[in-house]
Nanobody, 128 residues
């Protein structure tokens, strides 16, 4: 089993920044991918950013490109999401997710069903 624990959520005004972190423990794997999804009230869970554990390639939702950056620390089994220029529409619960099989495109990485493990989520609230 793999356990994922998110940290770094909170409240910020529009234009501000937050940094989310996700630490993986347990039976971790060297391949596959890890990343972030978010879910706002009344909406489906959707991809934010995902990074390949093997190649380091990253994939982003169009709505966050240029504002958010995902990074990984392989030695610590941790991924980070730096969120800049936050907007009220970024308000959501952010979930860390991990999958054993790698993904090679935004379309492929965006599908939630292949993700084997999920964190409990952390709230991000952006006020105008």
């Amino acid at each position: 089993q793999v356990q994922l624990v998110e940290s770094g959520g909170g409240s910020v005004q529009a234009g501000g920044s937050l940094r989310l972190s996700c630490a993986a423990s347990g039976r971790t794997f060297s391949s596959g991918a890890m990343g972030w999804f978010r879910q706002a009230p009344g909406k489906e869970r959707a991809i934010v950013a995902v990074i390949s554990r093997r190649t380091g390639n990253s994939y982003y939702a169009d709505s966050v490109k240029g504002r958010f950056t995902i990074s990984r620390d392989s030695a610590k089994n941790t991924v980070h999401l730096q969120m800049n220029s936050l907007k009220p529409e970024d308000t959501a619960v952010y979930y860390c997710a991990a999958r054993a099989l790698d993904c090679g495109s935004s379309y492929q990485c965006a599908v939630t069903s292949p993700y084997n493990y999920w964190g409990p989520g952390t709230q991000v609230t952006v006020s105008s």
